[in-house]
């Protein structure tokens, strides 16, 4: 799958991102799934940008979204839309029942045009990042709503506004598809100690806390319950790993977590498809990153983990969030005037070997390890 990358926060200065802008994807939407059809990649997420739609509160105005959908469908590409990435409408109070009720609302009706264009079986990611966002926007300050200490109150707030938004899209559309991507981690002790390590273990555990409460495990106040999680997803970096209080684990290290380890142990504790929602890396490690997760992805599947794909994220070079720098990521760079991206080859190359990996499923026979059940 490829990822366009559609965060649209305010920064803690009050700037507002708009990456679908800031890449030119908006601009050269067309070319861009194009582009990625050529490469073979038939799925992809792409993102609704709420502030832009939902300017005046009920008021919905799909014209940034048309030609995105129009564009997919042209070149064949399947799209799971993230309905809130980061970002939402100005004056709009994220700790308020106001929230998660107005989300609800936007995201029926996001389904119901989504409708409207395709009579295929429609995807969405209602709320992406539940964790990172409760992390970065409600301890660290990094972004909206640019809070410390309430990371516990904002994960929460996310949750409610997922499990209403799934269940309105369901409104809309009864056929519609979900995933929850959140970060996949791994976290070890800085020593043998028994304080270290119980304390790594709960810093490792929380990454399931958004999950858990979707199902409703967790909190189940918050309205969670089984059939809001549907497919599970994974986002993967290569500092997805660390040290507690201190930095990343390398592979090869012996505190670092083989991924088909995590993909095992999601799989088995909800029951549920897995996609890697996320995966990239920088730079020359690119096509080796690629090889890794692939390589640990094609492990699980052999073992009978219901891994059902993995997307490139970002497939596009972008401009970093807090200063501007290139981020060199994707297997396209920055569009020339005529939409043209120049196609990273090392990334293509690898992509290309890779590919033929997974054009046939394993049997059902190897799906020993995860029996899928629609029960938490």
Known sequence: MAGFE??????????RLDLIASTGHGQHVAADYSAVAGQGLRAARDGMRWHLIERMP???????????????????????????????PDGLDIWSPAFPERFARFAKAAAAFVREQSDD???????????YWAWAGGDMGRFNPSARRRSGELKRQLARAAIAGTHAVREADPRARFICAEPAIHVAPPSSR?????AAEAYRLSQFEAHDMLVGRLMPELGGSPDVLDIVGLNYYPDNQWVLGAGAIPMGHHDYRPFREILTETAERYGRPVIVSEFGAEHTARPAWLNYVAGEVDAARKAGV??????????????GWDND?????????FAGPDGRRPVYEPLAAELARQRPRFETAPDADDHRVVQLRREA
């Open 306 to 319: 219901p891994v059902e794909g993995m997307c490139l994220y970002p497939v596009l070079d972008y401009h």
């Open 194 to 198: 028994p304080k270290d390590v119980a």
């Open 121 to 131: 079986v429609s995807y969405f990611c209602p709320v992406n990042e539940i964790s």
């Open 6 to 15: 559609c965060a649209s926060q305010r920064r803690a200065d009050k700037k």
């Open 58 to 88: 009920g008021h919905y105005d799909w014209s940034s979204v048309e030609p995105m959908a129009r564009a997919a469908a042209r070149s064949g590409v399947q799209v799971i839309w993230d309905l809130c990435h980061y970002g939402y």
């Open 325 to 333: 720098r290139v981020c060199d990521v994707g297997l396209f760079g």
